[in-house]
């Protein structure tokens, strides 16, 4: 078995894998985060919200997540996974020691936790899908990572949804590629971990800012090299 066939046998146990429903465990912290998320001030859902919306702006229409890569053309597959796994872990780094030092300030510099995590979880994407042979400077492949975002940090109804859409994207009309703006910023604030939520209070907050923030880079990697597998692979 080549690397391909390995891959792509990978990549469609993941693709089953997003039928699940998520575990007993998972829902019930879905239960207890949103009675937290009922006592949250709206100062802390505003920030979320708000950063959302730039973060979206500043995808589309900027290139400010957009670090230019040497990528050749030629490279297999392999090759290309083997420069993503490196990038990933630098990420997964950059953002454990950003969640570490936001937590360490208590609950208003954990705060600044989510635009800045939100940035790096951005460039990732766009470092990703140059790597795929992706054009980040064209705007349908922009929205294409955001549905990507989307993916990894959507409920088990929502997630099921979006699969359809990134899954079959160079299939599918025009009409069914739009960001949902609404969607997008409920989906990923009700999804944050319930141990995310932890980070904004003292003592503890470094600890769990660290894990959490490795973490959920970890789980928007695999997402991203999955996706992109079987759009290239299927192709």
């Not at 039928?19 to 829902?27: A, D, N, V």
Request: avoid cysteine.
């Amino acid at each position: 078995m080549n690397y391909e066939e390995k891959a792509l046998k990978e990549a469609l146990r993941w693709r089953r894998s997003l039928e699940k429903r998520s575990s007993l465990m998972q829902r019930q912290s879905k239960r207890v985060q949103a009675a937290v998320n009922n006592k949250i001030p709206d100062k802390v859902h505003n920030v979320v919200t708000e950063s959302i919306r730039k973060m979206i702006e500043t995808a589309l229409t900027t290139s400010e997540y957009v670090r230019p890569l040497e990528v050749n053309p030629e490279w297999t597959l392999e090759e290309r996974e083997q420069r993503l796994e490196g990038i990933l872990k630098q990420y997964k780094q950059t953002a454990a020691f950003e969640g570490a030092g936001t937590g360490f300030g208590g609950f208003w510099l954990g705060l600044a936790d989510f635009p800045l995590f939100l940035s790096i979880k951005m460039k990732f994407l766009f470092d990703a899908g140059q790597l795929y042979g992706f054009n980040v400077d064209s705007y349908e492949e922009r929205v294409y990572l955001l549905h990507i975002f989307m993916l990894a940090f959507s409920s088990d109804d929502a997630r099921r949804s979006m699969k359809d859409v990134v899954l079959d994207w160079d299939k599918i009309p025009q009409s069914r590629k739009q960001i949902d703006w609404k969607t997008l910023q409920i989906e990923y604030r009700d999804t944050l971990d319930f141990v995310k939520l932890l980070q904004l209070f003292p003592g503890i907050g470094a600890a769990v800012g660290y894990i959490a923030n490795g973490r959920l880079l970890q789980h928007l990697g695999e997402t991203t090299k999955n996706a992109s597998r079987l759009r290239l692979l299927n192709n």
